[in-house]
């Protein structure tokens, strides 16, 4: 089968700091994968709102979640701060990648890396819209 792949960006444009709770760890005594996904998504919300946008309104267009992947490169334990970058590439017509890395802030530390895959959303309509080009003009490369 092959592997997940990810390949980050040189720079990120955001970056936020989330503490590993009692309530992310699971039986193996390590982050489990639906947190590092809980913790990636209040991420997320945080990049929308470092830019003046909410996930409901990016220029007046929602946000939907079209795809997820993750590549792990280390365990996360209870206590440790995590450093969450975040950056947006591949852009198309309907949306484009929010790419990420996940690393223990004390000692730089990568957890996992992946990206999450954003369509832009119109909710009275239900249907995909385009990406606004305010929103690719303050994020694109």
Request: charge should be negative; include cysteine; aromatic fraction near 12%.
């Amino acid at each position: 089968m092959p592997r997940i792949k990810i390949d980050l960006p040189e720079n990120f444009l955001f970056a936020t700091e989330l503490p590993i709770y009692i309530n992310h760890i699971n039986y193996g005594n390590h982050l489990d994968n639906s947190a590092l996904i809980s913790l990636v998504s209040e991420a997320r919300v945080r990049f929308f709102k470092s830019l003046g946008y909410t996930e409901m309104d990016v220029e007046g267009r929602g946000i939907i979640v079209a795809d997820v992947a993750a590549q792990y490169r280390s365990e996360a334990f209870h206590g440790e701060t995590m450093l969450i970058e975040m950056a947006a590439n591949d852009f198309n017509k309907y949306g484009c990648d929010l790419v990420w890395r996940l690393s223990d802030k004390a000692s730089g530390r990568e957890v996992a890396r992946g990206k999450h895959g954003i369509m832009f959303f119109d909710y009275a309509e239900r249907k995909p819209v385009s990406a606004p080009p305010e929103f690719v003009a303050k994020v694109g490369a």
